[in-house]
């Protein structure tokens, strides 16, 4: 099967001509017979402006309804916007998929992506198509979401800790119940999730977020060792509450948002700051 020129070794200079003679062979020898015949898969990435053209792709076709895997490949949002990039279908009326943008990192289980427990999500990119089949080729107009949310958390005040010498005295937890991605479907997948973020600047921590089945997402936070004056203190922020609340964020959005959170500690208070798709810098080594 001719699906993707680069795995294959065909110089892209021929993919034209060498669709052209397969079809040509094709018509001369079952023109009565179309499930014989391919027909060629192309995308339309239609927001391929918004990424670099060498953002790697891993893409999928299924046959419709019935669900079978027929083909997947690695390629790049250049490829696929150039018409360089193709799937070649054989044997169905309709086909379905998905791309992902952005997965490496993430543990593969069929259509299921999840990221390890310990491990912080990634920067995630998907779209999701479904057509018919048309004779010898057609192409699918296909938009990238955003399936992920990264939040930077600044404490306020790290110089009113008398007993840490200027310093935050205190580190993160982040626990939730949303693991990863159902590439096929688009649904987030449930599973436990925790990561401790490195601690960047004085009270500054980053983290990624994926799309939330559920309530179950929370901040922690715990004294470091020798710096605070109540050695065993720890206390939880419901997370997804302070989003909800604070930023309005449903996690049902076309496009997850990117988060800012700032606490301040001494006066218990948090303000949530939102930054939509299309108002951000392409960030996260895409």
């Known amino acids: 099967m001719i699906s993707r020129t680069l795995r294959d070794g065909i110089s892209l200079l021929y993919v034209p001509l060498l669709i052209a003679s397969i079809l040509i062979s094709c018509r001369s020898v079952v023109l009565e ?16 402006s918004r990424f670099p053209k060498y953002s790697d792709v891993f893409t999928t076709v299924y046959a419709h309804p019935e669900g079978r895997l027929m083909d997947e490949a690695g390629t790049n949002v250049g490829y696929m916007d150039d ?7 054989r044997g169905t009326s309709a086909v379905k998929g998905y791309g992902l943008l952005g997965e490496k990192g993430l543990f593969r289980d069929g ?20 057509s018919e089949v048309a004779e010898e080729s057609f192409t699918v107009p296909v938009e990238f979401t955003k399936e992920h ?7 306020l005040g790290a110089d009113t800790f008398d007993y840490a010498g200027g310093r935050f005295p205190f580190y993160i937890t982040v626990r939730g119940n949303t693991c990863g991605i159902d590439g096929l ?11 401790t973020p490195e601690e960047t600047g004085i009270g500054l921590f980053q983290f990624t977020l994926p799309r939330q089945a559920d309530h179950d997402l929370v901040l922690e936070m715990y004294a ?10 720890q206390t939880s922020y419901n ?39 299309g108002e951000q810098e392409l960030e996260y080594g895409l």
């Not at 992506?113 to 198509?129: H, K, N, S």
Request: proline share 6%.
């Open 83 to 89: 018409r360089l990039f193709f799937f070649t279908i």
């Open 239 to 277: 997370l997804y509450e302070i989003l909800r609340d604070k930023g309005g964020i449903s996690w049902t959005e076309k496009n997850l948002p990117d988060l800012y959170i700032e606490i301040d500690f001494q006066e218990t208070t948090v303000n949530v700051g939102v930054f939509p798709w």
């Open 149 to 155: 949310a990264h939040v930077t958390v600044q404490y």
């Open 111 to 130: 259509s299921l992506w999840t990221v390890p427990i310990g491990r912080d999500y990634v920067p995630l990119f998907r779209f999701g198509y479904m």
């Open 33 to 48: 017979d179309r499930t014989m015949c391919p027909s060629f898969l192309f995308f339309d990435v239609t927001d391929a």
């Open 185 to 195: 479907t688009g649904l987030p997948v449930r599973g436990p999730f925790q990561v």
């Open 224 to 233: 470091r060792e020798g710096m605070y004056e109540y050695k065993d203190f």
